[in-house]
Every structure is written in structure tokens, then in C-alpha cells.
């Protein structure tokens, strides 16, 4: 059964039926625990990638960063999709950029990329700080009650209302409350349950049986909810003429193109309808909050262990504010150590731990004897093992900044730390992301102090298994201290 890479003679991890090498994944480990060990075994034959198993699916395990380089960017068009699993005709909601594939995505993303321009990420900024204004009220208000604060869900409402204001126009109002019809929808999107985490992976692994049995991975209230507030929104907007500087803006702009162009009569492949609208504000909604949110856990959790690099990163926010008056977009972006703390939160914690590609036609593995990816089978890049990789990032459980300053970055290979991907199909709301981040995190240091509440915290903290993004168990308390 498991012949595929011995036939190769490629080095391979010894797997077990039926999960491969995937044993215990979201029970006992995460994905990227695995993966790292795997990642660790192969590493010492010295080849640039090694044979793993999904289930019963071989996967080509990318060790060397050079190779990394080679499939996602240098020969992009070999490996340009990522494998995962869509039901056009039952879940609408997953026809989104995130797993589109070919011309389609093509297509789509040129014209979604202008959507993130620094430009327009400066147009969003005081949108942005508006909300931050809001979490930084509702803080005061919070450790009126009690100074111990569950900061995981408090900060994605932080998100869910910026995300929502910028992609929807809405006020979602889940800083307000905790019980916002936004939120409460969130939370289940990224529900920790090993059954769920179960059903994604199986589908990825077994898409055309899936599909034959209309799997679904958008739970139905889910998407009821979403296509509602898209459509509304539109409709509400048309007849409205409402114009702002926000991703919806974006979005029916590139739908009336088409109409004006004739592409939706014309060439239907490539034609967007309203459920494809619905399904890219709902993925910019999904990767942009919970991301930003656990990426800003992760650098609070590190700075309330931390307490002087904490008061740094405090000392970085009024030496720049001393410049700048307030919180302006110049200001942020002077904020360089708040950087350096984000990047190096990143690196510790990626959100997203393994990044996929498909190999879309025979490949010829450069510098070595013949040795060929076969179409068809998936690429995996192990971005949570390279982070953890002492090679590249020396005594990796430290947490240290430094590791991101300037001269230290130029010593290391780009490609061992991909926190936002590469190439043509890295994240495409990686500024954005970054923004959110930045402006949490400095209204937070400025106002507030963090110490761990060491009774309901672990040190070091765990990680939930089950969910896909990377993520606390048991949220993170934080003793909080107005300054
Ligand atoms: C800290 C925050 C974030 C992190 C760590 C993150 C991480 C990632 C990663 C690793 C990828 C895959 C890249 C690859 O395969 O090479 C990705 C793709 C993507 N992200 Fe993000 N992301 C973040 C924020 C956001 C935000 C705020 C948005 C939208 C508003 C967003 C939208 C997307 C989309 C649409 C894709 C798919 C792009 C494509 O296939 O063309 N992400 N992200």
C-alpha cells in the first residue's frame, strides 16, 4: 500500500494504515508538531525533500528553502494551486480565492491585488483606528469588572469589527457584544473539533468522493448568514449609491466591469456571479481576523512573559508618538521594534503552519539524478518546522525580536520564514493583516500593562490540536493594568 516513495527511492518517513504519517493529528498534536518531526528525520539524509503520507497519499515534503524558492516562485506555473477541497455546485461559499484554481484564479487575483496597495491601505487606516478607539474603551470598561482578561476573544472581536467595517461597511458590534451575530458566526467557523478538522482533511485528501457525496465544508447556518449580508449589502449599496473605501467597493466594481465588458455573456468560465462575490468577502472576512487576531495573542502572551522587552516595545510607541501627536499611518509604520515583535510572533507561531501546492505537470527536481514530482501529487512546505529550525533561526524557543533587525534578516535564507507565503500566490492581505496588528498592539502597549495570570495560563502554553489555524488552548489570561 505505502510502495510510492521506496519505488522512488526517495527517503521516507515509515507510515501506519490508515493515517499515514498523520497519526494522532488533531487529538493528541497538531499538524505542525508532526510535520516538524517528520521535517527533523528527513533533514538528516541531506536530500532537498523527502516522502511523507497524508493518509494513504504521498506528499513530497520540502526540506531545502532553495527548492521552496524553485515551487513557489521560480516555477510557479508547475505548482500554481493548492489542492484543497471545493464543492462549486453545494458550497457556493467555497468557491473562494483561497482554493481557486487555474486561469480562474488568474484572473480573479489581478484584479483583487489593487484591493491591497499601500494606497488603499492608507485610505483604511482611520477606519481602523476607529475601532481601535472602541477596544480600547471596552478594555477600560472590562478590567472595571475584573483585571484578569481572557485577551484571545477579546481580540478577535477587535478583528471581527475591523474586518467588518472594512469589508462590509457594517458595524459588527462584537466589541460591544460578546454575542454579535459576526462573532458568534467567527467562533464557529474556527471551532476547535477534531471532527471537523477530520472532514476538511479527508476531503482534501479524497475530493472526488467527497463531492460525489456533497460534503460540505460550510456549516449551512454559516452560510445562510453570509450570502444574506452580502446581498443585502449590495442591494442596500446600489440603491443607495453608496461609494466607500472598503473591499465591497472593490468587489462590485470588478463585477460591473464584466457586465460593462461583456465578459458574463460572453466567456462563461471566467464570469463572476453574486454567489462568487459573497464567497471572496466571506474568505477576506475569514483569513482576516482570526490570522491577525492569534498572531496578536501569540506577541501579547511572549510580551506579558517578557516584561522588559514589553517595556521596549512601549518605550518604541512613546518615543515615535513624541513625533508624531497620534496614531497617524506614518506613525505606525515608524513603530519599527512593534515590527520586529509581530515578525518575530509570527516566526514563533505561524497561523498558518504548512503551506500546499499541487504539481500540475511532471516536475524535474532540479539537482538531483532524474528524479521527478509527479503530476498531481502534493507539495508540502513545512513553515512551522523551518521556523523551529535551529539552522535558521538559532536556540528557536527564544522569543527575540532582534532575530528581525535588519543585519540579522540579511544573514538568513528568505525563504525559511514564510509566515505570509511567496510568490504569485502569497497572502494577498498581508499589509492588511500587518496594519490591524500594528494598531492593536500599540494602542494596547501604550495604555495597558500585561503580566500572565499564571493560575489559568501554562508556561509554555498549549496549543489546540484540533484547529487549523494555530491557536492558544484555553485562551490566554492576562492580568491587566490600566497605565
Ligand atoms: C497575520 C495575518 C495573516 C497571515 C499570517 C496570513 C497568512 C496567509 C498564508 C500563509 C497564505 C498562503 C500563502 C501561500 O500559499 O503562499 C495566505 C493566503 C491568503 N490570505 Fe492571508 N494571512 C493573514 C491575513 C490576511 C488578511 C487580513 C486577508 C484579507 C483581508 C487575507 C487573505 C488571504 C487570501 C485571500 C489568501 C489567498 C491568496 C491566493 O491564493 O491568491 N489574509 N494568508
Known amino acids: 500500500r505505502f510502495t510510492y516513495w521506496k519505488q522512488r527511492s526517495v527517503p521516507y518517513i515509515q507510515p501506519s494504515f490508515p493515517q499515514g504519517n498523520l497519526a494522532g493529528v488533531g487529538k493528541k498534536s497538531h499538524m505542525s508538531e508532526i510535520l516538524q518531526s517528520c521535517y527533523q528525520q528527513l533533514k538528516s539524509s541531506g536530500k532537498p525533500y523527502g516522502g511523507v503520507y497524508f493518509f494513504i497519499n504521498p506528499v513530497a515534503l520540502i526540506i531545502d528553502p532553495e527548492l521552496i524558492k524553485v515551487v513557489l516562485v521560480k516555477d510557479f506555473p508547475y505548482f500554481h494551486d493548492r489542492n484543497l477541497y471545493h464543492n462549486d455546485r453545494d458550497d457556493p461559499l467555497s468557491r473562494h480565492l483561497v482554493a481557486m484554481e487555474g486561469t480562474k484564479w488568474r484572473n480573479l487575483r489581478a484584479k483583487l491585488t489593487p484591493t491591497f496597495t499601500s494606497g488603499k491601505m492608507k485610505l483604511m487606516f482611520s477606519t481602523v483606528t476607529a475601532v ?75 475530493p472526488e468522493i467527497a463531492r460525489a457525496f456533497h460534503v460540505t465544508l460550510t456549516p449551512p447556518d454559516i452560510s445562510d448568514f453570509f450570502m444574506g449580508v452580502v446581498k443585502d449589502t449590495i442591494a442596500f449599496r446600489r440603491s443607495n449609491n453608496v461609494q466607500r473605501n472598503d473591499f465591497m467597493t472593490l468587489l462590485m466594481k470588478v463585477m460591473k466591469e464584466q457586465v460593462e465588458s461583456g465578459t458574463v455573456d460572453g466567456d462563461q468560465k471566467d464570469h463572476l456571479t453574486m454567489d462568487d462575490i459573497a464567497a471572496q468577502a466571506f474568505v477576506f472576512f475569514l483569513a482576516g481576523f482570526e490570522t491577525s487576531s492569534t498572531t ?10 517578557h516584561q ?34 509581530i ?28 528524479q521527478v514530482l509527479q503530476k498531481g501529487i502534493t ?28 543585519e540579522q534578516s540579511e ?9 505570509f507565503g511567496e510568490g504569485p500566490r502569497i497572502c494577498i492581505g498581508l499589509r492588511f493583516g500587518m496594519m490591524q496588528a500594528r494598531i492593536g498592539l500599540a494602542y494596547l502597549l501604550k495604555n495597558f500593562r500585561f503580566t500572565l495570570a499564571t493560575d489559568k495560563m501554562s508556561v509554555p502554553l498549549k496549543i489546540s490540536p484540533s ?15 490600566k497605565l
Not at 357 to 368: F, K, W
Open 132 to 206: 481601535a478607539e472602541q477596544f480600547d474603551k471596552c478594555m477600560t470598561e472590562e478590567i472595571r469588572h475584573s483585571s484578569v482578561v481572557e485577551m484571545k476573544d477579546l481580540l478577535a472581536r477587535f478583528t471581527t469589527d475591523v474586518i467588518g467595517s472594512v469589508a462590509f461597511g457594517l458595524e459588527c458590534n462584537s466589541l460591544k457584544d460578546p454575542d454579535a451575530k459576526f462573532r458568534v458566526m467567527g467562533r464557529k467557523v474556527f471551532e476547535a473539533s477534531r471532527y471537523r478538522a477530520l472532514k476538511v482533511f479527508l476531503a482534501a485528501q479524497f
Open 296 to 305: 496578536m495573542s501569540f506577541c501579547l502572551y511572549e510580551l506579558a512573559l
Open 308 to 341: 522588559d522587552l514589553q517595556n521596549k516595545a512601549r518605550q518604541n510607541i512613546t518615543d515615535v508618538l513624541k513625533k508624531h501627536d497620534t496614531i497617524s499611518y506614518e506613525a505606525i509604520h515608524e513603530m519599527k521594534y512593534i515590527e520586529m515583535c
Open 343 to 370: 515578525n518575530e510572533s509570527l516566526r514563533k507561531y505561524p497561523p498558518a503552519t504548512t503551506l500546499t501546492r499541487r504539481v500540475e505537470n511532471d516536475y524535474r527536481v532540479p539537482g538531483t539524478d532524474q
Open 379 to 406: 507539495v508540502a512546505i513545512p513553515v512551522y518546522a523551518l521556523h523551529h529550525d535551529p539552522d535558521h533561526f538559532p536556540n528557536p524557543e527564544r522569543f527575540d525580536p532582534e532575530r528581525f533587525s535588519a
Open 411 to 419: 544573514k538568513r535564507h528568505p525563504f525559511a520564514f514564510l509566515p
Open 467 to 481: 484547529s487549523s489555524i494555530l491557536t492558544i488552548e484555553g485562551g490566554l489570561w492576562l492580568n491587566v493594568e
